[in-house]
């Protein structure tokens, strides 16, 4: 029947099977009059596999009275052109010899399929269990019923077959250590007599006679076995005999039956010890042979009274020949004599040294001291506590970080701190004796164990579960200690479940988790609805792991989300269990509404709402077709209903409909100059409440709603704002940067520094442009009059735009040349002693010059210090003069003064004959502070006086010329430091 062509619509039509793709467009063909019969469906994804699909198209028709009525319209068809895949689905790809696998084929169909497996495996779907000897590559033909097409598949089951190469199966117990050979390599070896597990070192004698297992294992598990036989052989420990003595039978050999040989060896075994020597005797018994070596000499040991301490490390007892036994307490080994004193304990102990035909003995006194063996303590403890067992003998002091009474033994394992801390007890017969206390609190670094129901028994001990300290008590389901005090978990015992083990040790404990999972699941095969809510394939322990469709890794597996059909399910604890589940799930019809988003913002577009399965009831909006645009703002609710009872299903959707976003946008200033900046920011409003607005801008701008700009040149950005939900709104905004410009400057030549000089602007772009140079009072003009090395900032306005620049400039100079100098050393006036002074330069910029040192000349050369000697006291000056490479000279005068040799000094003859050559008599001296000078005759009349250092006598009294002759002078004098100085002279006046 024809139907109208505008109700021919994608939404319209529904397509409800395995994996249906979804209805995407609806075409009518051959319209006529407005109606047609034939119409063209478009799908997504294509159609993939060959299953029976439901068609229904809903179309609203009106009657006579113009009311519409709606129709569900279904139709069947099967796809039938789709190509067969099929998948081969293993649990594990490698295995290791003598194990299977379990294989099955998976086909993308809905039809019927006959099976073709290789390597005689039955024709069916599976699982098929194989049981691969060495790799082999599994393929499967599926042939569809109906429509004839076939597909294969192939997957290659690696097989891992360690093998042990040219080991022997039976050897003597006398043979050397040898290496195994194994491949592939990279696996490690077990068994009696591996001295290396890595290296496969396999030693005869320690394995020792019988037959053992040695074992090669791969990473992954897979390993090979070797029976190994040791045929025993074992001549004995060596032998001593004293020389002269009957002969012997050796008696430490094994098997029995064999024959012996060798020098002073009877075949039987018997030796005759009648010459002093070293002798090698041989065993032989079978294909075995072994030797010892008989020792015939004098004994000769220590045989005086021995004294040790109790607590003395064990030792060997020297002793000449070897090859004797030795017996008495304390000895343990009877082959080297070892003595241990602790095992002895105290007192006096008498040790034997037997050989063939004679023996000696000595006694060792063991001193007694012993406070027990290394133990742990725990921080927590109640302290301080006594140490247990008490020392023996008691009367010592003890030390040790945690000793808290070195009389009475107290510990604190706080103040001793986390780790060892080693107690020395000084005992009063002078013995020490030494232990060991881990300090620190019960810790187990494993915090989780796995376990298969059938897994045996596990020693917890460090290397299984780091547990800290060793002498901790164990706690919790299933945990048992043998007769060697070894903890042991059974999961055999515990059952499967979650369990906490507690490892307590001196009231500190720590616990940790252990997981005992099911070797295998309890059920097989499901089947489900796919309705049915998600639910537990099994409830197992914590730490197991499913795979396969549709489950998590926690075994939930959801019916809905595989659909139809079988399922395998993978389980896999981490202590190696694992099974696998078949679930068959059954097809259920949800209703469905799809194509419509939660929120729009009055969008112009053409909405179509998907409803699926076809056939069912749709409301909340008269069509499920619609334009947010022509919708009213607002919140909308979609309900579609589908099916009835059980089976019924429903789907309900909300959407909103926001205004449509729009904006607004400001400039801060649209025209900068170069280098200049500006602001542009867009306002938004409409769109979803609350929603963030994204700011799309050109040129590599932050997508923010505001912006600081500073273009290079003239542009025009461009701002894309979205919210998400209505359409973007595009803004322009154009910027106009001014042209650049760049002032030139000529400078004055280069002068020393502080002559006059100059500076001129210009400025080459077209354009007005003000030179403002920034001295105190700023001058504008394009050039500027300043001493050489002066800095002066300058400002550059371009008159048409009122763009700027600033810049700062130097007048050209020479560097600044500064004369200057100090003295060594740097006093006042320099004591005579010191008088060769030192002139240090510290010039600036000074690359030449000269010193004139009391008349004298000398080179300058930078950071050259000159010593001058003016050999005589009083002052003389200095005065450096230096240039720079511009000539530039600067000079620095100075004065040293030189103290006299004495502190005051008082001439013994003076001539004031006006010759300008000693015609004053001066009591020199730089130090005096005071003084009081008085001079007389020789009739004791006085001639002058002076309290002035720079005042002194020119040989008249009153006016009047004084004879020559001998006249006394008296000074009493306070120098700067206070010394009071009082002395009478002789002067000789002589005209």
Not at 15 to 25: H, K
Request: net charge negative; proline share 8%.
């Amino acid at each position: 029947m024809p139907f109208p062509c505008d109700s021919i619509a994608a939404g319209a039509f529904g397509l409800n099977g395995v994996q249906a793709p979804e209805v995407i467009s609806a075409t009518p063909i051959a319209c006529s009059g407005g109606s047609t019969a034939q119409l063209q469906l478009g799908v997504d994804p294509a159609f993939d596999r060959n299953c029976p699909y439901t068609l229904s198209f809903r179309i609203g028709l009106r009657d006579r009275c113009d009311s519409l009525w709606f129709f569900t319209l279904t139709a069947q068809t099967q796809v039938s052109t789709c190509p067969v895949q099929v998948e081969i689905l293993a649990a594990q790809d490698t295995i290791c010899a003598g194990d299977c696998v379990a294989l099955r084929a998976d086909v993308n169909g809905c039809n019927a399929y006959t099976y073709s497996w290789n390597g005689g495996l039955p024709s069916v779907a599976g699982p098929i269990s194989a049981c691969p000897t060495v790799t082999t590559t599994y393929s499967v033909t599926v042939a569809e019923q109906g429509t004839g097409q076939t597909a294969t598949a192939s997957r290659t089951i690696t097989v891992i077959d360690p093998q042990i190469i040219g080991a022997p199966t039976t050897i003597c117990q006398s043979l050397n250590a040898f290496d195994l050979v194994a491949t592939p390599p990279g696996g490690w070896w077990e068994g009696p007599g591996i001295l290396d597990t890595l290296v496969g070192t396999l030693d005869p004698d320690t394995a020792g006679p019988g037959l053992h297992v040695i074992t090669y294992t791969l990473p992954g598990g897979c390993a090979a076995e070797l029976l190994l036989t040791v045929d025993s052989m074992d001549a004995g420990f060596d032998v001593a005999a004293c020389p002269g003595t009957a002969p012997f039978a050796f008696s430490e050999f094994s098997p029995q039956g064999g024959a012996w040989s060798g020098p002073f060896t009877t075949p039987n075994g018997v030796f005759d010890p009648s010459i002093i020597g070293s002798y090698l005797v041989t065993y032989s018994a079978g294909n075995c042979s072994d030797v010892l070596t008989v020792n015939v000499d004098h004994v000769m040991a220590n045989t005086g009274l021995d004294t040790v301490c109790q607590s003395t490390y064990p030792f060997d007892i020297p002793v000449y020949p070897f090859g004797g036994r030795w017996r008495g307490a304390g000895v343990v080994d009877s082959i080297y004599g070892t003595f241990d004193p602790d095992e002895a304990g105290g007192g006096d102990h008498v040790i034997r040294y037997v050989m063939q035909g004679c023996d000696t003995e000595f006694t060792i006194h063991v001193k007694p001291v012993d406070i027990g063996g290394d133990r742990s303590a725990c921080p927590s403890m109640p302290a301080p506590y006594t140490l247990v067992p008490a020392a023996v003998p008691p009367g010592g002091t003890w030390t040790g970080d945690g000793i808290v009474d070195a009389d009475l033994g107290t510990y604190d394992p706080v103040q001793a701190g986390d780790g060892w801390d080693q107690l020395l007890y000084f005992a009063p017969n002078g013995c020490v004796d030494t232990i060991g206390i881990l300090v620190g609190y019960t810790t187990l670094t494993v915090d989780t164990l796995f376990f298969c129901a059938s897994d045996e028994a596990l020693l917890v001990d460090e290397s299984s579960t780091g547990r800290t300290p060793w002498d901790g008590v164990w706690n919790g389901v299933s945990v048992t200690q043998d007769d060697e005090d070894d903890w042991y978990f059974d999961p055999g015992v515990s059952g499967v479940g979650a369990f906490i083990l507690v490892y307590a040790a001196n009231t500190c404990s720590d616990s940790l988790l252990v997981l005992v999972h099911p070797d295998g699941l309890d059920v097989d095969a499901l089947t489900v609805c796919s309705a049915v809510d998600p639910f537990m394939i099994a409830e197992v322990p914590p730490g197991a792991m499913f795979t396969g469709e549709g489950v998590s890794a926690t075994g939930v597996f959801d019916p809905a989300e595989v659909g139809e059909g079988e399922h395998v399910i993978y389980y896999e604890a981490p202590a190696g269990c694992s099974d696998s589940v078949v679930v068959n799930v059954l097809a259920y019809q949800e209703a469905s509404i799809a194509g419509v988003q939660d929120t729009y913002c009055s969008n112009a577009i053409q909405v179509d709402v998907l409803l699926d399965p076809p056939g069912g009831v749709f409301t909340g909006l008269p069509t499920p077709s619609f334009s947010p645009s022509t919708l009213p703002d607002g919140a909308y609710t979609l309900i579609y209903t589908y099916g009835s009872g059980a089976c019924m299903s429903a789907d309900t959707m909300t959407f909103v409909d926001h205004p449509a976003l729009t904006t607004t946008v400001t400039v801060g200033t649209p025209a900068i100059c170069d280098g200049g900046g500006t602001t542009i920011a867009v306002v938004a409003n409409g769109g979803p409440p609350q929603t963030p607005i994204l700011f799309n801008w050109s040129d590599g701008l932050f997508p923010v709603s505001t912006q600081a700009v500073s273009p290079l040149v003239s542009t025009t950005y461009v701002v894309v704002t979205a919210d998400g939900c209505s359409d973007p709104v595009v803004d322009s905004i154009p910027i106009l940067v001014h042209p650049p410009y760049e002032p030139e400057y000529t400078f004055s030549a280069q002068q020393c520094w502080g002559e006059q000089g100059f500076a001129l602007g210009t400025v080459a772009a077209a354009g007005d442009f003000r030179f403002t140079w920034g001295t105190t009072t700023p001058i504008v003009a394009d050039s500027i009059s300043l001493p050489a090395g002066s800095l002066v900032e300058v400002t550059v306005v371009n008159e048409d735009t009122g763009c700027e620049q600033d810049t700062l400039l130097r007048i050209p100079a020479w560097p600044p040349i500064t004369s200057l100098f100090s003295s060594n050393p740097e006093v006042d006036c320099v004591p005579w002693e010191q008088r060769e002074v030192t002139f240090i330069d510290l010039s600036n910029n000074a690359v030449a010059g000269y010193w004139l040192i009391d008349g004298d000349t000398l080179p300058y050369a930078p950071g050259l210090d000159p010593s001058y000697d003016h050999g005589v006291a009083g002052y003389y000056p200095i005065e450096l003069v230096v240039w720079n490479e511009g000539g530039c000279r600067d000079s620095m005068r100075a004065e040293i003064c030189i103290q006299d040799s004495e502190a005051i000094f008082l001439a013994d003859v003076f001539s004031p004959n006006g010759d300008g050559n000693n015609d004053v008599f001066f009591a020199r001296g730089n130090a005096i502070g005071e003084m009081e000078l008085a001079i007389y005759d020789r009739w004791g009349m006085r001639v002058f006086t002076s309290a002035q250092p720079g005042m002194g006598w020119d040989g008249t009294a009153n006016g009047s010329p004084c004879a020559s002759g001998v006249y006394v002078v008296v000074l009493q004098a306070t120098l700067l430091d206070g010394e009071v100085i009082e002395r009478t002279h002789n002067v000789t006046l002589v005209r």
